[in-house]
């Protein structure tokens, strides 16, 4: 099997030759990675996992969210030495403003959403839904996304789009404590505004789905509305409707769908079953997580794919040794289950120490040898 073939079956349910190793290593640069495979700390690694691991290409697509009478601006400037990036969001006369100041020793970060007014104005808000005026925010990034996807060898894995999910924008809008508070005070408020953002989502899926742009799509929503910060039910009322009918969209189109959560995912985790993805990154123990590979298949009962899962600070902390005890240790706990072994995040840093270099090789090496 070849990288590719590996991933979709893991992903279907099928034997692999091998356990599929996922590094979260992109083939094209992002904002949220470095580029691993133009940063010299990572080419002996990158080497090494074209021939041994699968690699999704993690695109993002979108449009704008709101329709466009409601005006949005972003600015970035320096005031008294401080540089300050400001939003600035207006409907019919009325504004939320956000404020990052970025200073020596510290950076303040400001939300769209404070109070509970501010949110029932923000939930107000008119959404683009018309498809004719997405699809034309759209066609320019299509274009340039195809432009990767023809340079992106097949044969290393799939393409991978990031879509974003309903609870997305608001959360990443509010003030965090606030927002704990607004699913017990404003549960239906904000379910209606979800439901009203879910049309919008709708017209983008169908537009990348109706044009087979990618075989997987990658769901990160989940764990913006989840326990210990919102309780289960909340997470049933504002995650899980909308997940299942994005993953039901993207299995009728023929693509595959792998939702990421990170952290105490125990308790809700036949939530994930009634979504049913077919790969759910990452599965953390104790004292990170809460969750064990072996509890996590007594509930999804292999039928999902579980992707993990070596700590990113072990990749920076362990010896050689305990990387590779560490890799045989996942390996035996999930043989015979549907298992992508992976670290629990991606390359984030530009530079990293030689012994980081070596781990990441060990990890490579270790699951390839002993699956």
């Known amino acids: 099997m070849n990288a590719r073939e590996r991933l979709f079956a893991s992903l279907e349910g099928r034997e692999t030759d091998r356990t599929p190793i996922w590094l979260l290593f992109p083939y094209h640069p992002t904002g949220y990675y470095t580029d691993v495979r133009n940063n010299p700390c990572y080419s002996s690694i990158v080497s090494l996992a074209e021939k041994h691991a699968i690699t999704l290409d993690r695109r993002g697509m979108g449009a704008s969210l709101f329709a466009p009478e409601v005006r949005i601006e972003n600015k970035s400037f320096s005031e008294g030495g401080v540089k300050i990036s400001r939003k600035v969001l207006e409907y019919k006369g009325r504004q939320l403003v956000s404020e990052t100041r970025y200073e020596k020793e510290k950076t303040t970060v400001g939300k769209l959403i404070k109070t509970e007014d501010e949110l029932a104005f923000y939930c107000s808000l008119p959404v683009n839904t018309d498809r004719s005026r997405i699809e034309g925010e759209l066609d320019g990034r299509i274009q340039k996304y195809l432009a990767e996807k023809a340079e992106f060898p097949e044969e290393l894995g ?194 990293i120490p030689p012994q980081m270099q070596k781990n990441y090789e060990v990890f490579i090496r270790t699951a390839w040898e002993n699956s």
């Open 158 to 351: 799939s393409m991978m789009l990031d879509l974003g999910e309903p609870i997305s924008n608001l959360y990443h809008s509010s003030e965090l404590e606030e927002y704990a508070i607004w699913s017990l005070t404003c549960p239906d408020m904000v379910k209606e505004f979800l439901d009203r953002v879910m049309e919008y989502y709708r017209i983008v899926y169908s537009i990348c789905l109706e044009r087979k742009l990618a075989d997987v799509y990658f769901l990160v929503g989940s764990e913006l509305a989840s326990p210990p910060l919102l309780s289960r039910s909340t997470f049933q009322s504002w995650i899980v409707p909308y997940g299942r009918e994005l993953i039901s969209m993207i299995r009728r189109s023929g693509a595959k769908s792998i939702q990421h959560y990170h952290g105490q995912i125990k308790e809700i985790l036949p939530d994930f079953l009634e979504m049913a993805p077919d790969g759910l990154h990452t599965i953390e123990a104790p004292p990170i997580g809460n969750c064990t590979f072996a509890e996590a298949f007594d509930v999804t009962q292999n039928k999902i794919s579980l992707i993990g899962n070596i700590q990113y600070d072990c990749f920076r902390s362990y010896n050689e040794k305990e990387m590779e005890q560490a890799v045989l240790d996942v390996l035996e706990e999930c043989r015979g289950k549907r298992l992508i072994i992976s670290p629990s995040a991606g390359p984030y840093e530009d530079v």
